[in-house]
């Protein structure tokens, strides 16, 4: 799915889900990003398993959470999980120390497994603030 599509998909099928949630441009980033790797209908599925086990909980989507892959993924399918540690925040110190694992499909588009631990990083700081690093 290209940006356009998740954008749209984010429209008309994770928005109404959540009513009131407002996501901001680096959030809706992170969610092309996951997105990028399904195509419409494997997207909703995905979208209608999450909501069904967890969403009707929640006040806001969480990508991590519904693109997770399975524990015993088929071998068409290659993830990388990418750790990544917050180091710094003036604003809110308590997420100093917080761990975030991150799922990537490796296939998903051409270079972006060279790129993603940097692109992880950059997309948490947008989103939650501070410094994040990747740790090995």
């Not at 356009?4 to 959030?27: T, V, Y």
Request: aromatic share 12%; hydrophobic share 35%.
């Amino acid at each position: 799915m290209d940006n356009n599509e998740a954008r749209e998909f984010i429209e008309e099928e994770l928005a109404p889900l959540f009513p009131n949630w407002k996501p901001s441009g680096p959030e809706i980033e992170i969610w092309q990003n996951w997105l990028a790797c399904y195509n419409w209908q494997q997207a909703k599925d995905k979208l209608q398993l999450y909501y069904a086990q967890a969403g009707r909980k929640m006040c806001r989507p969480n990508a991590k959470d519904m693109f997770q892959p399975p524990i015993k993924s088929g071998a068409a399918d290659t993830f990388i999980r990418i750790t990544i540690k917050c180091i710094e925040h003036k604003k809110s110190p308590n997420y100093v120390g917080i761990r975030r694992g991150v799922y990537v499909k490796q296939s998903c588009r051409p270079g972006f497994a060279a790129t993603a631990q940097e692109h992880v990083c950059k997309s948490f700081e947008q989103v939650y603030g501070g410094t994040w690093i990747v740790e090995k």
